[in-house]
């Protein structure tokens, strides 16, 4: 894992996939040449959507050795750590604005269950409260979209908190990947690439697209 700008990492969103043939998609976008998927847990509390739980993520871990990339947009997120790591996720991410009772404790738990540990911030958070954060995580992914559903636009002004993620990574000296989630598309990409992001994540972009190995390429900018 790192930030340099030549080794972009693509995690489609299985969002944007069709239900009844997860397998199927996620094998498309395998061979297509994608290095993670994005999984968009939501429990229609935290945002106004609700999507998957553990049990679809256990099924589809058999299917694929890419990067499972769990995004939890829910609250009391600390309830259900444990069934995502035993499900087989290798990141778990938690939001900010979450619920969480002790975030720190939570994120905590992931790293030493093994899996690499996620802080997300929403448009509206800014991005200095990651600082407290920083020796916890393994990944800062910005939203730049409210979360809840694929398919909506770039928030552009979302960009500058990308630079000063980096910054705050490069001041403490760490080694934390800068993922980025909502609205990519190939000219959305390279804002974000060019601001210090290495992860991008896909959904609509991707899965609508007539050739998806085109559309993944076109994101490793
Ligand atoms: C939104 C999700 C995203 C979503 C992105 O809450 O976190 O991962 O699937 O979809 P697109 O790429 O279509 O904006
Ligand atoms: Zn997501």
């Keep these: 894992m790192n930030n340099k ?5 693509v995690a489609p969103s299985i969002l944007s996939a069709d239900f009844a043939n997860l397998e199927r ?3 498309k976008i395998e061979e297509a040449g994608a290095d993670w998927v994005h999984v968009d847990v939501m429990d229609g509390k935290f945002v106004p959507n609700l999507t998957i739980g553990a049990p ?3 099924s589809l871990r058999k299917v694929s050795n890419l990067v499972y ?3 939890l947009m829910i609250h009391n997120p600390e ?3 444990d069934d995502f790591v035993n499900a087989g996720s290798d990141i778990i991410t938690l939001h900010y604005e979450s619920d969480c009772k002790n ?4 994120l905590k738990h992931i790293k030493n269950s093994g899996k690499k540990a996620g802080l997300s911030i929403k448009p509206k958070t ?5 600082e407290e954060y920083i020796d916890l995580i393994d990944l ?5 979209v409210e979360p809840g559903f694929g398919g909506q636009e770039f928030m552009t002004d979302c960009v500058s908190k990308i630079t000063e993620s980096l910054e705050l990574i490069k001041k403490h000296d760490k080694n934390i990947d800068i993922e980025i989630d909502g609205g990519i598309n190939a000219k959305t990409a390279k804002l974000t690439v060019n601001a210090g992001a290495n992860v991008l994540v896909a959904g609509s972009y991707v899965y609508n697209a007539t050739n998806i190995k085109e559309a993944i390429d076109s994101l490793k900018v």
């Design 5 to 9: 700008k030549n080794n972009i990492l």
């Design 25 to 27: 998609d996620i094998k």
């Design 56 to 58: 679809v993520v256990k």
């Design 69 to 71: 990339d769990v995004h």
């Design 79 to 81: 309830d259900f750590i």
């Design 103 to 106: 975030l720190k404790e939570a």
């Design 126 to 130: 800014p991005s200095s409260v990651l």
């Design 140 to 144: 800062i992914l910005i939203m730049t």
